[in-house]
């Protein structure tokens, strides 16, 4: 069946350093989907992305689809420590949603 | 004050025993979904349903039941048949189509076996 592998499985950097999460697949994705889950929460959607190269922007975050919809990434610019959880990439099919392994966050004050 | 409610937030059960799991929307949402995440993991699908009275398997069905007698209520069934059951359930709901859907993901519930 259709995988998502994200990396890295964890990162940890210094307050003010940039961090970039990457999501790949071995097929082509109609979509991808990032979320956000706090330590001890529950995930919180971010953006979707449908198109081929799309780039969008959320204030520090940037998300970005690939030109062959078969890899996405997620770059934070100068982490801060509300930016600490474990973010996840998501494609969708027909009502069926699969989920990368996720990339936990650290921030270090 | 809409959204989606899971209950309880801690749940214990017994070796045998059989459990239930409380999930409850008012965002008018047609599709539900049950997910399961252990330490460290990511998310699988246990079950889903597209419209009242109608559900799927996901990919980890085995040892769950549900049911979806009502839109608003998508209860999940923990048996004694589910050898593994301690990790974090999360129910979800989705909106959107097209393409543009969006999941929003109740708070969970996390289960330990006794």
């Known amino acids: 069946g259709q995988q998502v592998m994200q990396i890295p499985q964890y990162q940890h950097v210094q307050e003010g350093e940039d961090f970039t999460t990457y999501c790949n697949s071995s097929?082509?994705?109609?979509?991808i989907q990032w979320y956000k889950q706090r330590p001890g929460g529950h995930p919180v959607f971010l953006i979707q992305?449908?198109?081929?190269?799309e780039v969008k922007k959320q204030k520090r975050l940037t998300f970005q689809f690939g030109e062959a919809k078969k890899n996405s990434s997620l770059h934070i610019t100068a982490t801060q420590t509300t930016d600490v959880g474990t973010y996840f990439c998501c494609t969708s099919g027909t009502y069926k949603y699969i989920f990368g392994t996720g990339t936990r966050l650290k921030v270090l004050a | 004050d809409g959204g989606i409610t899971q209950s309880p937030k801690y749940l214990f059960r017994k070796e045998g025993q059989n459990v239930t799991l409380s999930c409850e929307q008012n965002?008018?949402?047609?599709?539900m979904y049950w997910y399961r995440q252990d330490p460290g993991q990511g998310l699988r699908l246990i079950y889903y349903?597209?419209?009242?009275?109608?559900?799927q398997k996901g990919d980890i069905a085995e040892g769950y039941s549900v049911s979806r007698e009502k839109k608003e209520s998508f209860p999940l069934t923990v048996t004694s048949a589910q050898k593994n059951p301690t990790a974090f359930y999360l129910c979800a709901s989705r909106t959107g189509s097209g393409g543009r859907e969006t999941q929003y993901f109740g708070p969970g519930t996390r289960l330990l076996v006794l």
């Open positions: 965002l008018n949402h047609d599709a």
């Open positions: 097929t082509t994705l109609s979509n």
């Open positions: 349903s597209q419209i009242v009275n109608d559900f």
């Open positions: 992305l449908v198109k081929s190269g």
